[in-house]
């Protein structure tokens, strides 16, 4: 197999593994097709890995027979299930399992179009300010930048636009992740 291009890689540890799952978007091509000229459309793939030097050989992860891009996924503490936001035929799908490699169930299609019209690039994560609070970022296509959405049930599939928040001018297809506090004041103490 030869992928015609690697987009959005993000990781997700899975506990269950003990591994890093490492995901990404890539149109797949025949080994035969070296000018990548066939008919082809954009899968998610995956490899493993515990130390991002060594990696598994890269496997399909989500073929929905059409283009899938941007994945991004979150683990609900309180429920447990994984949550899976990807860009599948222009909408931003959310979906939930109980593992990264078990059956996944639709929650919602075509989130955060209602509020913003085309998007993509979703991010989502848990707040660190309020317990029970799920972030999520869909990348405006028109114009360009993140819309912030907000929930307190993530496996309701309901988000509703955040207020009251600043982002810096533009942000596209970024991650956010939590750090410790004396992570945070090991960086505070950098002098630039």
Known sequence: MEAGMTWAPEATWDPTMKKFVVYWASNIFAASDTNHTGSTYAQIMFATTTDFVTFSAPQVW????TAVIDTTVGRDPASGFYHRFSKING????EKSTSLFRTWQTVANGVGQAQFGDVEGPLIFLSNVFSGEWH???????????????????????????????LPP???HGTV????????????AVKV
């Open 62 to 65: 989500i073929d929905k027979g």
């Open 177 to 188: 992740f939590s750090i410790s506090a004396t992570e945070a004041a090991n960086l505070a």
């Open 170 to 172: 533009n942000p596209r």
């Open 91 to 94: 909408l931003i799908l959310q």
């Open 136 to 166: 999520l970022w869909v990348d405006g296509i028109s114009p360009q930048g993140y819309h912030p959405l907000e929930t307190t049930n993530i496996t309701s599939g309901v988000w509703t636009a955040s207020t009251g928040y600043m």
